[in-house]
């Protein structure tokens, strides 16, 4: 089996006609375009296994992606408060500013 590894816009081709790009990543799912002769059939796999269709013997299922949080505790909560009011201190800098908005990306407000 063949693994290819892709950056956007990355592109490969099946049997000469059939073209299969990268087009983005978002989250969890890969975008990607095919471009494949009409009379070439073209299924999603849960297409193709609710119709009917066998799953085929060479398609394996994908690890879960374990996403590890930070617990959240006393001790982050007043470090992210003290961390406020030092900026506080220190003006609306555009840079202050950046780092409030890093911030509020990595403990967005409830």
């Known amino acids: 089996m ?29 975008h ?18 609710r119709s009917g269709g066998q799953r085929p013997a060479c398609v394996f299922d994908a690890p879960r992606q374990i996403v590890k949080q930070l ?15 030092t900026l506080d201190r220190m003006g609306d800098s555009p840079e202050v500013r950046t780092l409030r908005e890093k911030l509020a990306c990595i403990f967005p407000a409830p």
Do not use: H
């Open 2 to 30: 063949l693994c290819i590894s892709m950056k956007a816009g990355d592109y490969f081709t099946v049997g000469g006609s059939t073209v299969i790009q990268f087009n983005r990543l978002q989250g969890d799912r890969v």
């Open 71 to 85: 617990p959240w505790n006393g001790e982050k909560k007043r470090a992210l408060l003290e961390i406020g009011q």
């Open 32 to 49: 990607l375009v095919v471009n494949a002769p009409r009379e070439v059939p073209v299924l999603r796999g849960e297409v193709l296994e």
